[in-house]
């Protein structure tokens, strides 16, 4: 009997691996004896340097520069924090960018830390998963803290409410459209951590410090992705600018690299290649006749045909739970699963949906698998007069 | 956190928590390390925030962030070579109790292969099936896991079983 790859691997993968009595006994043994001596390491943690406090007190009185530079960790520091012994060096060598700049904005205050790039800056070295070769790992690092400018301190990474206010951080170059050219598209990744109530990003990206002689901006803005509402940008000039009605987080700065790294044909090798490998598929490979059927489907699947061509799968039938945002969107959220193991579960913004807010239907997000056609579920969302919304999957007729 | 809390984290979870350090590492020593670190750090973090109704996804979110840190500092090439041992010590650790019938015998190879494949995927991919599959978090939790979209762990949740058939074709 021909089996499914998601019963394949639940009924593989259920746990099997029994830790050994030992391993517990271990870990007990431990946590004993850090309650031991939980006292001690108390009256230690808690000692403040008197000189510490002083110069607390001298640097309370200086600019906001000279209290970002007593408040936040060094960008050292935050690498030190990551284990990067490499990025570490890096940000207290000459090459390092330390910029100190704060920017107030939709509630929380930004502050661009610093930067550094260069080859092989980091103890992290990807390697290519399929010949185990180590990449060319020439990247920039840049470093920003957000903290809320009414001082109530940063959820941990820990703690559920981590992740409840998304920001997305990226470094972006002055002519080139910020909706296509950003951390995501560009080799991009970050790293993140709360220290005494204040966030540090880490974000990595392919160095780009050959665009200096264009201009380098770093963006933070609400949300998981770039929203092209936090900015302007003005195609004929190239220039990036904050749209001063925009209710969330909207920082911008300008990353002042060296303009000598500036290599215009570097630049433009750099992005042939980025644009070539946007025309191609990350994993080429040709359509299949399953692909064509579900994908030709869904092309002319609308609002309208909907009912003509599908049928809803009443057991996932559900009012949405909404939830505002901090940025004020309507966050909605619904989940299903079939007897097939099949089924999903999300979270999608009701202005995004529904931006003119009218009732009326939209057509989601889809998935097929081998089988194709038979095997294509879809998410459909119904706008109601009382402003709820229902989800429903559906499957074609 | 007391130790008796930590106590009944292990009892509840401790086999969810091993099972996916033998994935996620690359051999039986670093999978014992990440596994108790993990309840090392949630221990130490007991004692700062109230661990809430998902106790799970918290456990697993700390997990993953030590293996991050960890695999930050370590020769990439020492795992490499760790990958192979892995795997055999995947199949040793593959209970086996009393007398094998063929079927058991079956179902033991194939949860070996598709265990295999799955060590085999990079990091991006291998650890949202881990997640979804082993640990049974919904797409939710294992976006707030991974911090990433749930956008992004669909896709790779779909490249990742992409690769699995092509490597499993035998077994589907």
């Known amino acids: 009997m021909k089996k499914d790859i998601d019963r394949l691997l639940k009924t593989a993968l259920t746990p099997m691996d029994q830790p050994y009595e030992e391993l517990n006994n271990r870990i007990l043994l431990e946590v004993k004896e850090r309650e031991n001596m939980a006292g001690r390491k108390r009256r230690v943690r808690r000692r403040i340097p008197a000189a510490a406090i002083a110069a607390a007190c001298i640097l309370m009185l200086c600019s906001g520069t000279a209290l970002a530079v007593y408040k936040y960790l060094t960008p050292a520091q ?6 990067d012994g490499a990025l570490q060096e890096a940000f207290s060598g000459n090459d390092a960018i330390l910029v100190n700049e704060t920017q107030e904005s939709g509630g929380f205050r930004i502050t661009l830390l610093g930067s550094v790039a260069g080859r092989n800056v980091s103890d992290y070295i990807p390697v290519d998963a399929d010949t185990g070769e180590m990449e060319d790992n020439d990247k920039i690092y840049t470093i920003v803290a957000i903290e809320r400018a009414d001082g109530v301190q940063m959820p941990d990474t820990s703690t559920d409410a981590y992740g409840d206010t998304p920001f997305y951080v990226s470094h972006y170059i002055h002519g080139l459209d910020p909706n296509q050219y950003s951390i995501m598209s560009m080799g991009g990744n970050y790293t993140e951590f709360v220290k005494d109530g204040i966030m540090y990003r880490l974000l990595e990206m392919d160095n780009i410090e050959m ?8 963006g933070v803005n609400s949300g998981s992705f770039y929203d092209s509402e936090a900015y302007n940008y003005d195609a004929n000039t190239g220039e990036m600018s904050c749209n001063e009605n925009y209710t969330g987080v909207n920082a911008l700065f300008k990353l002042p690299v060296d303009t000598s790294k500036a290599d215009p ?3 433009e090798a750099y992005l042939k290649e980025l644009q070539a490998s946007w025309s191609m598929p990350e994993e080429p490979r040709e359509m299949d006749a399953a692909d064509l059927d579900a994908e030709e489907f869904m092309n002319r699947l609308t609002p ?4 003509e061509y599908a049928e809803p799968i009443e057991s996932t039938r559900q009012t949405c739970t909404a939830e505002k945002s901090s940025n004020g969107e309507t966050l909605l959220r619904y989940s299903y699963e079939l007897e097939s193991g099949a089924g999903t579960s999300g979270t999608i913004v009701l202005e995004q949906l529904f931006p003119d807010g009218k009732s009326g239907v939209n057509i989601g997000s889809y998935s097929y698998n081998e089988k194709g056609l038979s095997s294509l579920l879809f998410d459909v969302f119904i706008l109601n007069e009382d402003g709820t919304v229902t989800f429903v999957a559906y499957r074609p007729k | 956190m007391k130790q008796e809390e930590l106590e009944n984290y292990i009892y509840a979870y401790g086999k ?3 099972s996916f350090c033998c994935c996620v590492t690359h051999s039986r020593q670093e999978a014992d390390d990440l596994y108790q670190d993990t309840f090392l750090k949630m221990y130490e973090l007991g004692e700062k925030v109230v661990i809430r109704s998902n106790a799970k996804s918290f456990m697993m979110s700390v997990a993953l962030n030590l293996y991050r840190n960890h695999k930050r500092k370590q020769s990439v090439r020492q795992k490499i070579i760790g990958i192979n041992v892995s795997v055999d010590e995947v199949a040793d650790s593959i209970a086996c109790i009393g007398a094998e019938t063929e079927e058991m015998m079956m179902a033991k190879e194939e949860r070996r292969l ?3 494949a799955v060590i085999q995927l990079p ?10 599959y082993m640990e049974n978090l919904s797409l939710q939790d294992v976006a707030a896991v ?9 896709t790779r949740l779909r490249r990742a079983k992409k690769i699995l058939r092509e490597n499993l074709e035998d077994l589907l």
């Open chain 2, 114 to 116: 598709v265990r295999a």
């Open chain 2, 123 to 132: 990091d991006k991919y291998r650890i949202p099936i881990l997640l979804y």
């Open chain 1, 211 to 218: 665009f200096a002689d264009r201009g380098i901006y770093v």
């Open chain 1, 78 to 83: 935050v690498a030190e924090e990551t284990e």
């Open chain 2, 16 to 18: 969810d928590l091993y």
């Open chain 2, 146 to 154: 991974m911090q990433v979209p749930e956008g992004t762990v669909k």
């Open chain 1, 304 to 307: 309208e045909n909907l009912d």
């Open chain 1, 265 to 267: 044909a570097a630049a």
